[in-house]
């Protein structure tokens, strides 16, 4: 098990319903999130790949896997972020997403860094 304190990253997920490129009557519901990944560790780390776990309110389940994100595989210093976009469709107005990325230490330890679940609703679907 690697040392949690020497390789570290923190993910912060933020979601964004998009109603312009969404559909509601044919069930097409598109959002964003944008990722913050900071190395809080005290080794650089490189993304390699990605694995996400979409769930609909139906409970019907997507995975996804990858290499990097957004094609690119980032490379974070220590004290480093790398932020990005992407998106996903639903057929359900609210659902959620989780995940891991697969990192490679510069000292060639592999370890996960955790992609906390996050809340992808319309506006007021919640209360």
Known sequence: MPNTEKYKIDVRPMP???PDQ????????VFTYTVTITN???VAAQL????????DANNEIQEVRGLGV???QP???????????????????VGT??????????????FTADIPEFVL???????
């Open 48 to 55: 390699v790949s990605r694995h996400w776990i979409i769930t």
């Open 97 to 110: 997403m989780k995940g891991t990325y697969q990192m490679v230490a510069e000292d060639g330890t592999h």
């Open 16 to 18: 964004q319903f998009i």
């Open 75 to 93: 490379l974070l210093q220590p004290g480093e972020s790398f932020e990005y976009t992407s998106g996903s469709v639903l057929t359900t107005p």
């Open 40 to 42: 809080s560790g005290a």
């Open 121 to 127: 609703a319309i506006p007021r679907a919640l209360h």
């Open 22 to 29: 969404s559909d509601q009557e044919n069930q097409r519901y």
């Open 70 to 72: 957004i094609g690119k």
